[in-house]
């Protein structure tokens, strides 16, 4: 579309001038009559800019009738006269001082890549910066003989701004320069009798109108006109992905000859046009890979790290066993046989060997484990996901001898058995089916079921969804040390109510998904523990005191002579745990000792118990502070690692050498260290090299000598070595991150750095904050809050963030401060008090010192805006955002909600119930605590994101939460991903939209407020 009207010369300037130049301004755009006023207000409207705008010299006035770009959301003036309405621009708002420079940055960036000659014949680089207008008339760019309009959105990403400038500029060139452009050869590429019809904007070219755009009204000539509109448009949608360098557009061009051949037309053009252009310069504009997107992060997924091979250490010597690429099949694996101080390698079990009999490929192991002799390898493959995690699929038998491979289970369904495993001597393994136990022997393949009574109601074997959920239970069933009998766990879920889930998408009336799960105060699975003799399958059921839906049972183990079952239960309020000592034979149980705890208890010593002859190691914090303990036959408890610091795991413990291994940071509450203590309380040492600061975990060799140690930090991707112990020698680095370390080295990184905060006299918070790296301190940016806020997690640690981090950083990049901030009762190392402050007070004392550090933050920053803040979090923190943005509308003007509890009493009984008390003790705490509570305090921008099948917080929670702001006429955002777990990230496409949503969001109430 052509046009002479001056008026779009000075749209860009409105925002730079003073008072008066605006009401010239304006009394030149609306007070004169559209066809008559061109000449005139062209030369007036030229003085204007000249004079209002410091941007443009005499130079460039004069250089007038050369284009120019002007930056603005939709002009009415490149609109045909019958486009036009009264309220076209009813919502117009200036733009702010952070759109005018984020748009200044993108201009820059997209012009760096034409040669300058090109640029100084064709174009006059203007900054012209005026309205926003949120009408939405049209998307995209225009382009006239004297202007190029970017018609961007708040909403618009960088990028897409980015393409717009490219393809309207792509199309000032293809009109000056058609015949360099060999269109007859474009034309033969596309497909024959295809009619590209191209964009609206397209039809505006052809002189049509909106209420012309019908398919219908291809007569008339408007069929012609159109094409050759489109065929402009076609080249412009290439050139500009040329110049954006898409990767995704890179990769289709080896894959679709047609498309490559219009690729090579575009690059011709430009080739003829300035010598400076060269296929190196296209592909290099390919591998620009400084700034971030949300296409690289998400979709492209170019900053993956590598994970090692699962692997597993032998019980038998210094060596481990892991899975490599097969040397003969294609995209399989080998089984691996790895000595741990040369490195030498040795394939045990190969791909074909895998391969069961008449199937093509091999077994894809999920995972695989040895019985104790190393001779049979259990296989566990075609899993499912059961709640959060896989642990239902098929289990097959490899005889490493005679490499005989042999499904076990029977005539079982595809995909129901669960957790099977060796018994002691390897003669026998034992799984879950359907809710039952069995053992199958192996060397007759008879399966003899150890319960019957499994049901829709009765499970036995793994547990119910909130003990799985809560308590880690899953693997519910342990062999006794010498093979005769099994102890197992049985929830009778009879009772509890019922929740559903529905999914309407998958067919054309919808399924539902039905499960026991009990919300806060509600009647729990009746639990209890069973001992099974394999033999002639009769239970001894253990007599566990008290009522069985009133306390939870975390964890059982035998002792290593089997004479005894040490049994762990909770009362159901989690603040005492009696540990008792239970006879197999008879069921009885006798209390051994109790821990206590004003509060709530952690949940720390479930699993497998680590012994010590027949003493065995306990974690407590009854001293105030998280430490092992020595327990002894007697229940009394010695104190090995020292006071006044937490351990925050039990790793290892070296039995022959009196040593206990754990993680710990003492000294900074971010990190994390391996630390030993000797077992009689006598040494403690730090093992992590003092230099390598960050975070550290370990997997340790059964001999303790050797472990496999990954490390990280804020900006460092998890490097991954093998190394010698107790000296921490590096014998050899398994995953370097090298590639991606490559690529993080291309990008400008932003600055990070880790903070304290005193947000009262005795209390100090840990935060990190991200800033962009050429930050101007002078202009005031937009600050974002990540939260989570709760017992369950921190995220201010000193540890590589993955995909989170780098969106965080790519926001950095476009004008964002980023910062989070844990406060009191999230799980940091800083002693029992600090994690126990919040006890019924979940929603009220974290939103309470968030708001104080964020107060604290803004104060202490003067290049951060009061008046833009941010917050946004995932579960407990989507809970914690809405909390912040309800009670404290003075700081929080945005925030984005994913996956909230909005109601306390909505969620389930043992999260709820061990940081909240029970409901009927604790009223006013689950009113006050409750997002929904404080829904009336709404005044800035909310976007609450959820999916709808979501079995952890239930959607319920967002619509019950949505009829209470539709009460209070709040305006909301609200993204439902169906059928999306708590995860929201199955389906494909869905993290990438997700994010993409987010940013977008923000963008529009927050980075370009005003």
């Known amino acids: 579309m052509t046009s002479s009207d001056p008026l779009r010369h000075t749209r860009g300037f409105d925002l730079s001038l003073s008072h008066k130049s605006r009401a010239a301004h304006a009394l030149c755009r609306h007070s004169w009559n559209f066809q008559l006023r061109l000449p005139l207000m062209k030369h007036c409207l030229i003085l204007i800019a000249a004079w209002a705008c410091p941007l443009l010299g005499a130079a460039q006035a004069a250089a007038a009738p050369q284009p120019e770009i002007i930056l603005d959301q939709a002009s009415v003036e490149i609109f045909p006269e019958s486009w036009r309405g009264g309220e076209v621009n009813a919502n117009a708002k200036p733009l702010a001082p952070s759109q005018v420079k984020r748009l200044r940055r993108i201009i820059d960036r997209a012009l760096a890549k034409y040669p300058q000659a090109l640029l100084e014949s064709t174009l006059v680089k203007l900054y012209g910066l005026g309205h926003l207008e949120y009408h939405g008339v049209a998307t995209g760019g225009t382009r006239s003989a004297d202007s190029i309009y970017v018609v961007c959105k708040p909403t618009y990403t960088d990028a897409a701004v980015e393409r717009i400038i490219h393809a309207e500029y792509s199309s000032l060139l293809f009109h000056e320069h058609h015949k360099d452009f060999d269109s007859e050869a474009w034309k033969r590429q596309n497909a024959q009798g295809a009619v590209y019809l191209g964009s609206g904007v397209a039809a505006v070219k052809a002189g049509k109108t909106s209420s012309e755009m019908k398919p219908e009204l291809n007569e008339q000539g408007f069929v012609s006109e159109y094409a050759q509109a489109s065929l402009e448009e076609d080249f412009n949608s290439h050139a500009a992905r040329l110049f954006m360098g898409e990767d995704a557009y890179w990769r289709a061009l080896e894959k679709y000859p047609r498309l490559k051949a219009k690729a090579e037309l575009v690059m011709n053009f430009y080739m003829r046009l300035n010598r400076e252009f060269s296929p190196a310069r296209f592909a290099a504009m390919r591998t620009d890979e400084s700034t971030l997107t949300l296409a690289g992060i998400f979709t492209d997924k170019k900053f993956e790290e590598k994970k090692v091979p699962k692997m597993q250490w032998s019980s038998l010597g210094s060596y481990y066993w892991t899975l490599e690429p097969a040397a003969k099949e294609k995209e399989s694996q080998d089984l691996v046989r790895v000595e741990a101080a040369s490195g030498q390698r040795r394939v045990v079990v190969t791909a074909e060997q895998m391969t069961p009999k008449g199937e093509k490929k091999p077994l894809s192991l999920s995972e695989f484990r040895f019985s104790a002799d190393e001779k049979q390898l259990l296989i566990f493959t075609n899993t499912k996901k059961v709640w959060r995690k896989n642990t239902r699929g098929d289990y097959w038998l490899l005889n490493l001898d005679s490499k005989k491979l042999e499904k076990l289970g029977g005539e079982a369904k595809p995909s129901t058995l669960m957790f099977a495993k060796f018994s002691p001597d390897g003669s026998k393994v034992a799984f879950v089916k359907e809710n039952n136990l069995y053992v199958q022997s192996l060397e007759s393949g008879k399966i003899q079921p150890m319960t019957s009574d499994g049901s829709a109601k009765i499970i036995n074997g ?100 089997a004479s005894q079952v040490i049994v762990q239960q909770f009362n159901r309020q989690q603040n005492t745990l009696i540990v008792m000592r239970c006879d197999p034979g008879s069921g009885e149980c006798q209390p051994f000792f109790t821990e206590t705890d004003k509060a709530w208890i952690e949940n720390k010593n479930q699993g497998e118990l680590q012994w010590l002859q027949q003493d065995f190691l306990w974690l407590s914090e009854r001293s105030g502070w998280r430490r092992v303990y020595r327990v002894n036959p007697q229940g009394e408890l010695l104190p090995i690692t020292p006071d006044e610091q937490d351990v925050i795991e039990i790793v290892a413990v070296d039995a022959r050498r009196g040593w206990v291994y754990y993680l710990a940071s003492p000294h900074n509450a971010t990190q994390r260290q391996l630390h030993r203590a000797n077992v009689n309380g006598e040494e403690d040492q730090q093992i992590t090299p003092l230099e390598q600061t960050g975070t550290h975990s370990y ?222 003790d604790n009223p006013d705490g689950y009113k006050n605590g409750s997002p929904i509570t404080h829904a009336s305090g709404l005044e800035g921008d909310l976007l609450i994101i959820h999916g709808t099948g979501d079995d952890n917080v239930h959607y319920q929670g967002v619509e019950k939460l949505m009829n209470e702001l539709i009460r209070l006429n709040k305006p909301f955002s609200v993204m439902p ?18 994010y993409e949503t987010m940013t977008s969001f923000l963008n529009r109430h927050l980075l370009e407020a005003e």
């Not at 009336?509 to 009769?538: C, H, M, W």
């Open 462 to 561: 793994t547990a119910d969804w909130v003990n799985e959920e809560e308590l880690d239970l899953r693997d519910c069933f342990r062999w006794s040390p010498d093979g005769e009998k099994i102890l197992f766990w049985r929830f009778d879920t009879t009772g509890v109510k019922e929740f559903s889930l529905i999914n309407q998408t998958d067919d054309a009336y919808p399924s539902i998904t039905t499960f026991p799960y009990p919300k806060a105060g509600e009647t729990n699975s009746a639990v209890k523990l069973g001992v099974v003799r394999v033999a002639d399958q009769s239970t001894v059921w253990l007599k566990i005191p008290g009522d069985a839906r009133e306390h939870y049972l975390p964890a059982a183990e035998w002792t290593p002579d």
């Open 977 to 994: 991903y169906p059928n999306r777990d708590h995860s929201i990230n199955t389906g494909e496409g869905t993290s990438r939209h997700l």
């Open 699 to 920: 997997e340790f060799s059964e001999d303790t000598l050797w472990a496999v140690h990954t490390y990280s930090n804020f900006t460092t991707p998890p490097v991954v070595d093998l190394v010698s112990m107790p000296k921490h020698q590096t014998v050899r680095v398994m995953e370097d991150q090298k590639e991606l370390r490559d690529k993080l080295a291309q990008v400008t990184q932003p600055k990070t750095a880790f903070h304290r905060i005193q947000i009262e006299p005795q209390v100090e918070v840990d935060a990190w904050m991200i800033t962009a790296a050429d930050l101007d301190a002078k202009v005031k940016h937009p600050l974002l809050i990540h939260v989570y806020g709760e017992p369950a997690g921190q995220t201010v640690k000193d540890a590589w963030g993955g995909q989170r981090l780098l969106w965080h950083w790519m926001l950095a990049q476009q004008g964002y401060v980023v910062a989070s901030v844990d406060t009191r009762g999230t799980p940091a190392p800083k002693g029992r008090a600090w994690r126990k402050a919040i006890y019924r007070q979940l929603g009220i004392l974290n939103s309470q010192e968030e708001a104080l550090a964020v107060r604290t933050i803004l104060q202490r920053f003067d290049f951060l805006d009061p008046k833009r803040v941010g917050i946004w979090g995932w579960s407990g923190g989507g809970s914690s955002s809405l909390d912040a943005i309800f009670r404290y509308p003075d700081l929080y003007q945005v925030a984005i909600a994913v996956a909230p509890v909005a109601d306390r009493k909505l969620y389930d009984s043992i999260y709820e119930e061990r940081y909240m008390g029970l409901p009927k």
